[in-house]
């Protein structure tokens, strides 16, 4: 089994800030879905763009944990020197 934090710290940061960056947009792209749904009156629409937001909101905070642990590595290293 692979240790995660090593792979974790591996990962390019322009990349993470990348990925972060479409995912931020994708979550707002699915807010502004999601509004626009809620009008309509279909509850399977609404439930299903519920869970695109949710979806999208959790990519969000797993990349921005992704990235603070990476500034928490480097910042380790910085005191180490």
Request: overall charge positive; hydrophobic content about 40%.
């Amino acid at each position: 089994m692979t240790d995660r934090s090593t792979v974790d710290e591996g990962r390019d940061p322009k990349e993470v800030a990348a990925a972060l960056r479409e995912a931020r947009s994708v979550q707002r792209r699915a807010e502004k879905l999601n509004a626009a749904v809620s009008n309509l009156g279909d509850e399977t629409l609404k439930r299903m763009t519920n869970e695109t937001v949710q979806a999208a909101e959790a990519a969000v905070r797993g990349l921005m944990r992704l990235e603070q642990k990476r500034r928490q590595h480097l910042q380790a290293i910085l005191r180490r020197l």
